[in-house]
Structure formats: structure tokens, C-alpha cells
């Protein structure tokens, strides 16, 4: 794994260096954060009121949590839950930047591919609602400390991406995407 991971920093730190920021300029974003639920009509209100009130602040770009579109009670239901990248839910996300006139950085999607495929998938979208970029998150949360009883598995419903992709244009300057897993040692003395 740390062979895959710095040769990734690599091959990102080589979009970074041979990116040209001269044209930015300033603009306000919003870090939008809540706490989602398995009620995703409900989340997509908490994300349509957030956005507004980023408007309201003439935010150019808001950033949305990991799992913004539900976080499920159990793996049956998170795959009941996750849609397609061109279901109904993600169409609605589409509405609120265009309505809007923002972008938004959806940082974490359960994007069903199909029955036997979901990614944690983080998804650009410009201010008309277009899809600029997505990242299906490649290094998933696995930790098992038996034990503890503490089994957490991200890899039992979600498929790891293959790909990085380089920095997308937006109103705050290039942007890469990514999602983060904490990688730190875990102790079990304590």
C-alpha cells in the first residue's frame, strides 16, 4: 500500500507542479457540513437550505461532507439507498448548483454502478449542474481489531476506483478531488 500511495502523490504532485494558477482570482466557498441520515429527502433539504445560505454569502463553490447523500444503518439498506450518477438524486444535486449558480464538491456519493458495484464516488459539478470531475475514492476504510469486537469494513460494500485524476478548473483555483480515509497506526494497549 505505500508503494501504490507514493506513486499517487507522484503522479498528483505532477498535475500540481505543471498547473498554472496565474488567472485566479479571489472568492468566498462554503464548507458545508452536517450530519446525514438513511432519510436522504431530508439530507437533500439540509444540502438545499446550506446552499442557499451559501448564496447568501456570494459563495462561488460550496463543499459538501463525505456520504452527504445518506449515511444507511446497515450495508442491506445502503445498497437499497445508492443510485446511479444519473438518478434522481444526483439529477436534484444538478438543479440546486445550476439554481444556484455554484458549484458544488459532493464529497462523498454511494454511486451504484450496478447490483454488485457501488463507489464512494466524490463528483464536481459546475454552476450550470455539469459533472466536471469524479473521483471513486481508491484506498477504502478497512480496520479490524478483534479483540475489541471492532470490525469496520468500507470494503464490504463499496468497490475501490482506479484512477486520480488532474485538478479540474474552478472559481477557487484548481481543484483535485479525493476522499479521505485516516491512515494511522491503531493501538490496542489502550
Keep these: 500500500m505505500q508503494i501504490i500511495c507514493r506513486l499517487s502523490r507522484k503522479i498528483f504532485s505532477k498535475y500540481l507542479i505543471a498547473a498554472s494558477v496565474r488567472n485566479m482570482s479571489k472568492c468566498t466557498v462554503a464548507v458545508c457540513q452536517f450530519t446525514a441520515t438513511n432519510n436522504k429527502a431530508a439530507n437533500l433539504k439540509t444540502v438545499k437550505t446550506l446552499v442557499g445560505q451559501a448564496k447568501e454569502k456570494h459563495a462561488k463553490i460550496a463543499f459538501l461532507p463525505e456520504a452527504s447523500d445518506f449515511i444507511a444503518s446497515n450495508k442491506k439498506e445502503a445498497r437499497e439507498l445508492a443510485e446511479s450518477i444519473n438518478g434522481d438524486l444526483m439529477n436534484d444535486y444538478k438543479l440546486i448548483a445550476k439554481n444556484?449558480?455554484?458549484?458544488?464538491?459532493?464529497?462523498?456519493?454511494?454511486?451504484?454502478?450496478?447490483?454488485?458495484?457501488?463507489?464512494?464516488?466524490?463528483?464536481?459539478?459546475?454552476?450550470?449542474?455539469?459533472?466536471?470531475?469524479?473521483?471513486?475514492?481508491?484506498?477504502?476504510?478497512?480496520?479490524?481489531?478483534?479483540?475489541?469486537?471492532?470490525?469496520?469494513?468500507?470494503?464490504d460494500l463499496n468497490v475501490g476506483g482506479s484512477q486520480i485524476f488532474p485538478p479540474s478548473g474552478t472559481p477557487a483555483g484548481l481543484m483535485g478531488l479525493a476522499i479521505v480515509s485516516f491512515c494511522t497506526k491503531v493501538s490496542t494497549k489502550y
Excluded at 457501488?118 to 480496520?143: A, C, M, P, Q, T
Design 100 to 155: 444556484n449558480s455554484m458549484w458544488l464538491s459532493i464529497g462523498g456519493f454511494h454511486e451504484k454502478v450496478d447490483e454488485d458495484t457501488i463507489y464512494n464516488s466524490h463528483i464536481l459539478l459546475d454552476s450550470s449542474g455539469e459533472i466536471k470531475s469524479i473521483y471513486r475514492k481508491i484506498h477504502l476504510f478497512d480496520v479490524a481489531i478483534p479483540e475489541k469486537n471492532i470490525y469496520l469494513r468500507e470494503s
